[in-house]
Nanobody
Framework: QVQLVESGGGLVQAGGSLTLSCVVSVSTFTSFTMGWFRQVLGKDREFVATISSWSGGVTNYADSVKGRFTISRDNAKMTMYLQMSSLQPEDTGVYYC???????????????????WGQGTQVTVSS
């Protein structure tokens, strides 16, 4: 069973930066498409970014975060990252990392395509 543990969330002022980490429990992590999603109370979980398996040479971002967020992975550390800069209040939410061995990187990935999830980490951006 794949376990994912996120960390790095917190409270930050608008314009600030945070880096989220997601540690994966299995070495087969290298073969997984990985993603970050976020959720605000009362709304569906929404796509933020995805990264391809192995070298992570293909990435995809939601339009709302493109140019501000960077997704990356370190296979040796079995860890995925989300570097977030120029944060805005609308970025507030619970951020989840997800693993989907068969998930697509491109287009607009759906939460239902990912079958392993972390517990989430809260990101709050104050204005």
């Amino acid at each position: 069973q794949v376990q994912l543990v996120e960390s790095g969330g917190g409270l930050v002022q608008a314009g600030g930066s945070l880096t989220l980490s997601c540690v994966v429990s299995v070495s087969t992590f290298t073969s997984f498409t990985m993603g970050w999603f976020r959720q605000v109370l009362g709304k569906d979980r929404e796509f933020v970014a995805t990264i391809s398996s192995w070298s992570g040479g293909v990435t995809n971002y939601a339009d709302s975060v493109k140019g501000r967020f960077t997704i990356s992975r370190d296979n040796a550390k079995m860890t995925m990252y989300l570097q977030m800069s120029s944060l805005q209040p609308e970025d507030t939410g619970v951020y989840y990392c997800a693993a989907g061995p068969q998930a697509s990187v491109a287009g607009r990935p759906l939460a239902q395509d990912f079958n392993s999830w972390g517990q989430g980490t809260q990101v709050t951006v104050s204005s």
